[in-house]
């Protein structure tokens, strides 16, 4: 009976249009088959569903406290949690070495986002915890390994990351934290953070804050910045916890959604000095926490993805069960009212939702396996082009979902009518909680200027070309089989506007940055768009074969992902791209606004 997630939908995905069996060539997942994936699957999927599920609704309505200088919160969440860390689902993709199961990134991040959809407000701690783990993982010591890591995979100790600063936002350049070295190697932490995540709580033994702070002889701005462990607890050599470090809780915030995930502002050395220890090499941090902030965007784009997916099934649910109206023929007040889902609009309202939420788990997916070649293809030469088109697409996966699963949600606030509005149906917590992941992690225009300003560009634009590649060659696949012909011809005309737009704006911003990336935003979505385009075509071209006998789903399924392809290429992915023209020609609109004018 959950309402996470179309398990036909998920396996589809999965098997296939991404044949994710493949990985299991790879060495390190030699061990795996489909049968362990779908274990894997099936157990977070039961969690989500029987543990973090149902305290979803009272979490939000009774959400963490901050008494006597301590966090309360109520006790299912670390219950959940608890279950969480013995099914090992918190080191499902870690080494065997370390307790992990070696799962693939697509299949951990498949569990992840089951959780996430069941309570995304728990799962913060967890998911938060992961991503830090990761990084220590990756960028620290041996040591810092066995201190930190180790006990996060274990879950005894849960992680943050902690960036923005009261007066910098997402200016990190202008960060103020000061990391001062101490005569025993280790340094001393003072500052100030706000809006950290998971930041303070009784969860776990331990929390494990990864601050960006700057050295006395630190460069201005960004390449100033360094990054250390800084725990809550001192940890002994031998493990043990030690005394209290000087990390001070100053005050929880209350926010419209997430609720059950706290949300701190955290003073640092109003003692004289939070103990940290330097991860890697001085003036390194910002490059080390893109390690931890492109994993969060990741997550971001997938928990944006899961919240409208859930509520994409709850409105379809209640469009099936509940009867309003009549048709527009039927002129009988006395006939028999219909369900909601057989009025068009209603349809469109459910479309749309379908088109976004199935369209955005797929791009979602889609990157996670790029993850995965990324690290363990056994060919250089693909390992270095899924790396490449992981770090171009980062800001499309964190962004597109985060916009348009939210619109998601609003629809099926919509399709349930007065009754969406009100807390008696989840729809609307689904909605004010993914409200949140538009901003965090890089809000649209920051991930916007990072796709046309950076990305795009890398290397002569070397994977923004494979990119455009490998779209091409699924449009051409496409031509002269009738059922895909014309979804094929319309991204064909969308890819061509968007290489238009992306040459045209790239001569601007060499000649003029500002000007170049002002509308960096609405560049963005019409290469989300684009690829999304690209993700249901494919879909189309899976589904299709699955109706010629090749499948195992209902014939309904597969021909309901014929119509949603053929629905977002003729309904959505014009939208944006219909103010190419905009872009193309650099427009100063938003540039030459006075500020007296507003």
């Given at each position: 009976?959950?309402?996470?997630i179309?398990t036909?939908?998920?396996?589809f995905?999965?098997y296939?249009?991404l044949d994710?069996?493949?990985?299991?060539?790879y060495?390190?997942?030699?061990?795996?088959?489909r049968d362990t994936?779908?274990?894997?699957?099936e157990?977070?999927?039961k969690?989500?569903a029987?543990?973090?599920a149902?305290?979803?609704h009272?979490c939000?309505?009774?959400?963490?406290?901050?008494?006597?200088g301590?966090?309360?919160?109520r006790?299912?969440v670390?219950?959940a949690l608890?279950v969480?860390?013995?099914?090992?689902l918190?080191?499902?993709a870690?080494?065997?070495?370390?307790?992990g199961?070696?799962?693939?990134?697509v299949i951990?991040?498949t569990c992840?986002?089951?959780?996430?959809?069941?309570?995304v407000s728990?799962q913060a701690?967890?998911?938060l915890?992961?991503?830090?783990?990761?990084l220590i993982m990756a960028?620290?010591s041996?040591?810092?390994k066995?201190?930190?890591?180790?006990?996060m995979m274990?879950g005894r100790?849960?992680g943050?990351?902690?960036?923005?600063e009261p007066?910098a936002?997402?200016s990190?350049?202008?960060i103020?934290?000061?990391?001062?070295?101490a005569?025993?190697g280790?340094?001393r932490i003072s500052g100030?953070?706000?809006?950290?995540?998971?930041?303070?709580?009784?969860l776990?033994?331990?929390?494990?804050?990864l601050v960006?702070?700057?050295?006395?002889?630190?460069?201005?701005?960004?390449?100033?910045?360094?990054l250390?462990i800084?725990?809550k607890?001192l940890v002994n050599?031998?493990?043990s916890?030690?005394?209290r470090n000087?990390?001070?809780l100053?005050g929880?915030?209350h926010k419209?959604?997430?609720?059950?995930?706290?949300?701190?502002m955290?003073?640092?050395?109003?003692?004289?000095?939070?103990?940290?220890?330097?991860v890697?090499?001085?003036?390194?941090g910002l490059?080390q926490?893109f390690?931890?902030?492109?994993?969060a965007?990741i997550?971001?784009?997938?928990?944006s993805v899961?919240?409208?997916?859930?509520?994409?099934l709850?409105?379809?649910?209640?469009?099936?069960e509940?009867r309003?109206g009549r048709?527009?023929k039927e002129r009988d007040p006395?006939?028999?009212?219909i369900?909601?889902?057989?009025h068009?609009?209603i349809?469109?309202?459910?479309?749309a939702?379908?088109?976004f939420?199935?369209?955005?788990l797929s791009?979602?997916?889609y990157?996670a396996t790029?993850s995965?070649?990324?690290?363990?293809?056994?060919d250089?030469l693909v390992?270095?082009?899924a790396s490449?088109l992981?770090?171009?697409?980062?800001?499309?996966?964190k962004?597109?979902?985060?916009q348009?699963?939210v619109?998601?949600n609003?629809?099926a606030?919509q399709?349930?009518?007065g009754?969406?509005?009100t807390r008696?149906?989840?729809?609307e917590q689904f909605?004010?909680?993914n409200r949140?992941n538009p901003i965090?992690?890089?809000?649209?225009g920051?991930?916007g200027?990072d796709l046309?300003g950076?990305?795009?560009?890398?290397q002569?634009?070397?994977f923004?070309?494979?990119l455009v590649k490998?779209?091409?060659?699924t449009?051409?696949?496409?031509?002269?089989?009738?059922?895909?012909?014309?979804s094929?011809?319309l991204?064909?005309?969308?890819?061509t506007?968007?290489?238009r737009?992306t040459?045209?704006?790239?001569a601007?911003?060499?000649q003029?940055v500002?000007r170049?990336?002002?509308?960096a935003?609405?560049?963005m979505?019409?290469?989300?768009?684009?690829v999304?385009g690209?993700m249901?075509?494919?879909?189309?071209?899976?589904?299709?074969?699955?109706?010629?006998?090749?499948?195992?789903q209902?014939?309904a399924?597969y021909?309901g992902?014929?119509?949603?392809?053929?629905?977002?290429m003729?309904?959505?992915?014009p939208?944006?791209?219909?103010?190419?023209?905009?872009?193309e020609?650099g427009?100063?609109?938003?540039?030459?606004m006075p500020?007296?004018?507003f």
């Open positions: 009976m959950q309402k996470i179309n036909n939908d998920l396996a995905l999965l296939e249009l994710v069996e493949r990985f299991t060539r060495s390190r997942y030699a061990d795996h088959s994936f779908d274990a894997a699957i157990l977070a999927l969690v989500g029987e543990t973090f149902p305290h979803n009272l939000d309505g009774d959400e963490p406290r901050f008494e006597n301590k966090v309360v919160m006790p299912e670390s219950e608890a969480l860390r013995d099914t090992g918190m080191a499902a870690q080494d065997y070495e370390r307790g199961m070696q799962l693939p990134s951990a991040q992840i986002g089951l959780i996430k959809g069941a309570n728990t701690y967890a998911g915890t992961i991503a830090a783990c990761n960028h620290g041996e040591e810092y066995r201190r930190f890591a180790e006990p274990e100790f849960f943050t990351m902690c960036l923005t007066q936002g997402s990190l350049a202008d103020k934290t000061r990391a001062v070295p005569e025993d280790s340094y100030n953070k706000i809006f950290i995540s998971a930041g303070d709580h009784e776990s033994e331990n929390i494990v804050h960006l702070a700057k050295l006395p002889d630190a460069p201005p701005g960004v390449k100033g910045i360094s250390f800084v725990p607890y050599e031998d493990g916890l030690g005394e000087d990390v001070t100053a929880l915030i419209m959604g997430y609720r059950g995930t706290t949300s701190t955290l003073n640092f050395g109003e003692k004289g000095g939070a103990v940290g220890y330097l890697g090499e001085p003036h390194q490059a926490m390690h931890m902030m492109n994993e965007r997550g971001v784009g997938l928990g899961m919240l409208g997916y859930t509520g994409y709850h409105a379809l649910e209640y469009a099936r509940r309003q048709p527009l006395q006939s028999p009212m369900p909601l889902v057989q068009a609009d349809r469109r309202m459910l479309l939702q379908k088109a939420v199935e369209g955005g791009l979602c997916l990157a790029l995965d070649e990324k690290k363990h293809a056994e250089p390992r270095e082009e490449g992981l770090d171009l697409l980062i800001p499309i996966v962004s597109w979902p985060s348009f699963c619109e998601a609003s629809l606030i399709v349930h009518g009754y969406g509005y008696e149906y989840p729809v909605y004010r909680d949140l965090h992690e890089g809000t649209h920051i991930q200027q046309l950076r990305k795009v560009p890398m002569d634009g070397r923004y070309q494979a490998r779209i091409r060659s449009i051409a696949e496409c031509e002269g089989v009738s059922e895909l012909q014309v094929g011809q991204l064909g005309e969308a890819l506007t968007l290489e737009v040459e045209a704006l790239q601007i911003r060499k003029d500002e170049g990336l002002a509308n935003y609405l560049y979505e019409c290469f989300g768009h684009v999304v690209w249901w075509l494919r879909q189309a071209q899976a589904a299709l074969r699955g109706l010629q006998g090749n499948g195992v209902p014939k399924f021909e992902k014929l119509r949603a392809c053929e629905y977002f003729r309904y959505e992915l939208k944006p791209l219909a103010l190419a023209e905009v872009l020609q427009d100063r609109t938003t540039l030459e500020d007296e004018c």
